[in-house]
């Protein structure tokens, strides 16, 4: 009996996770060794498509006085920077630790671009 038929890439028999279609020949489930033929992964892409944010390096070496937060890199915040007190910075994170600890969030001033960072 055939519970799983409507997933294209698993067993129809056990729902497991299919192996890679191979160019000739049929599919054999690692689960349950059954044996299917391709059309198994009917319904499923198989081509997809990347979008990648476009790049502008005048922004990231921009090294002139920001005077608007329309200039920032980032979300800005109303945080006080410690070496000019200007009350805006904006900020980015990052996972640098293990997973089961927090993010490394990276401040920089809007004014004197100071940068400091805050484990959270």
Do not use: W
Request: charged share 30%; proline share 6%.
């Amino acid at each position: 009996m055939d519970i799983f038929s409507n997933c294209p890439g698993f067993c129809p028999s056990c729902g497991s996770i299919l192996p890679e279609l191979q160019v000739k020949g049929n599919v054999i489930c690692y689960n349950c060794k059954k044996e299917f033929q391709p059309d198994v992964y009917s319904g499923e892409k198989s081509e997809f498509t990347i979008h990648f944010n476009t790049y502008d390096p005048s922004k990231v070496f921009n090294r002139t006085k920001r005077e608007s937060e329309s200039d920032a890199d980032g979300p800005v915040v109303e945080r006080k920077c410690p070496k000019c007190n200007h009350d805006k910075m904006s900020y980015a994170t990052l996972q640098l630790r293990s997973a089961d600890e927090g993010q490394t969030v990276f401040f920089t001033c809007l004014k004197c671009k100071f940068k400091e960072s805050e484990n959270s």
